[in-house]
């Protein structure tokens, strides 16, 4: 089946060069993504972004919604048996 546009803009692009930004927690518990970041990833307001832990404990990732259901639906079949 043909990916979307939507979907292929969705995808990260690992072989480009990663965009690196210095965060800072306000004391609402807020952060701020840098512009660069979210012009690169087409983040707008209102987007939901999925936050996860590192299995260290020591890091943090976000992914943009669309992202992580494009990836669960690829290894996720609710009709295949178990």
């Not at 979307?4 to 072989?15: F, G, I, M, S, V």
């Not at 209102?46 to 690829?74: E, H, I, P």
């Amino acid at each position: 089946m043909a990916k979307k546009k939507a979907d292929k803009q969705e995808e990260l692009k690992y072989e480009e060069e990663p965009i690196i930004g210095v965060v800072k927690v306000n004391d609402k518990g807020q952060v701020i993504i840098p512009a660069e970041i979210r012009k690169k990833l087409n983040i707008q307001p209102g987007d939901q972004l999925m936050a996860t832990v590192s299995r260290d404990g020591k890091g943090v990732m976000l992914m943009k919604m669309g992202v992580f259901y494009n990836l669960f639906s690829r290894y996720y079949n609710p009709d295949m048996e178990e």
